[in-house]
T-cell receptor, first 118, second 111 residues
Framework: GAVVSQHPSRVICKSGTSVKIECRSL??????MFWYRQFPKQSLMLMAT?????????EQGVEKDKFLINHASLTLSTLTVTSAHPEDSSFYIC??????????????FGNGTRLTVT | TQLLEQSPQFLSIQEGENLTVYCNSS?????LQWYRQEPGEGPVLLVT?????EVKKLKRLTFQFGDARKDSSLHITAAQTGDTGLYLC???????????FGKGTLLTVNP
């Protein structure tokens, strides 16, 4: 089955620094990737949708200048948390979908990145 | 914005009991999916329901999509400790085929 690799799985950084999270589709071309944020024991909140070669579409309330998303190739999307603060500590998950998407198209999820900002 | 209300939010039961988790919305979804997630991992797809009134079975799990495609349920028969996890319903909709998640049901099955 389709595999999505997310890296790193865990990262600890100091307040004020930036962190980049990578999401790669290993065996298919991901025309669309989604980035989610999840707090402990809570559901996934969609942050943004990125389509290869175009600007990401951010959900209401998500700061696009703080959460920079790049989807420069069909197999890689990155999320950069800029000037991270402790309240940005969370579990970030990406998912990817191939081309020709319909309402029945499966999404393939990465295993998430646990970000801790100290 | 399409919202999915999931209930109950927390559920703790004994092994062997049956349970039902509900997922409701005021919006119509093209399809609805159920996921199970374990701590520190990404969600794993259990099933996709597409047709109103559809019922799908996956071993001890039974999934139903409402006739109006606004709600769904997950029924687990004779729960096992291995069923413990966060169960999420998610609906497809919108121009970008976004997947919107419900708040999740944290299920604990005690031995």
């Amino acid at each position: 089955g389709a595999v999505v690799s997310q890296h790193p799985s865990r990262v600890i950084c100091k307040s004020g620094t930036s962190v980049k999270i990578e999401c790669r589709s290993l065996d298919f071309q991901a025309t669309t990737m989604f980035w989610y944020r999840q707090f402990p024991k809570q559901s996934l909140m969609l942050m943004a949708t990125s389509n290869e070669g175009s600007k990401a579409t951010y959900e209401q309330g998500v700061e696009k200048d703080k959460f920079l998303i790049n989807h420069a190739s069909l197999t890689l999307s990155t999320l950069t948390v800029t000037s991270a603060h402790p309240e940005d500590s969370s579990f970030y998950i990406c998912s990817a979908r191939g081309g020709g998407a319909t309402y029945n198209s499966p999404l393939h999820f990465g295993n998430g990145t646990r970000l801790t900002v100290t | 914005t399409q919202l999915l209300e999931q209930s109950p939010q927390f559920l703790s039961i004994q092994e062997g009991e049956n349970l039902t988790v509900y997922c409701n919305s005021s919006s119509v979804f093209s399809s609805l999916q159920w996921y199970r997630q374990e701590p520190g991992e990404g969600p794993v797809l259990l099933v996709t329901v597409v047709t109103g009134g559809e019922v799908k079975k996956l071993k001890r799990l039974t999934f139903q999509f409402g006739d109006a495609r606004k709600d769904s349920s997950l029924h687990i028969t004779a729960a096992q400790t291995g069923d413990t996890g966060l169960y999420l319903c998610a609906g497809f909709g919108g121009s970008n085929y976004k997947l919107t998640f419900g708040k999740g049901t944290l299920l604990t099955v005690n031995p």
